[in-house]
């Protein structure tokens, strides 16, 4: 099971001008096997993923150079937003690579002997991260059922995440 990548993201949106939008697309492709990924405030999310898509470059540049670029144009600020970069490298090792406004920023690279997996969200991460714990063990290792109910779980504590969901297999 390690040699696949799941992303799932839930739909709602809340915009800069406090509007809701409830079928929000939060999962975007970069390439075949990558894929750009955000939170929070939407605006600024899809402001980065345009300016970096734009770069006259992209299309020769490395998954590490994305990176890098996605890095360099997501500024810290007081907007609550993350976004993240998943998928596979260039040396095929998958991968997820996070980022928020508050300047932290994580890599994680495939364990080949466990789960590897990052639950980015802007508020209660780590009622999130137990619940999908749990969730693994219930399901015996079925991780989209582990991640469907973990999206079910957080939209009933955080008026910022549907129920609604769109679910990738890299």
Known sequence: MNNQVFLASDKRAILSNGLVKDNYKKLYPLRPKLFFGMTGIAEYGLHVYKSVMLLPNFDKMTVQEIINSFNEHYSQN??????????????????IWSKNT?????LIKRDKQS????????????KFVS???DEIIKSEGFYVTAMRKTIEYASTIDHTISNDYDLILI
């Open 78 to 95: 007081d907007i609550n937003s993350t976004m993240m970069i998943a998928g596979i490298m260039d040396d095929d090792e998958a991968f």
């Open 102 to 106: 508050h300047g932290d920023v994580r």
């Open 115 to 126: 789960l590897s997996y990052s639950i980015n969200t802007n508020n209660n991460q780590d």
């Open 131 to 133: 619940k999908f714990r």
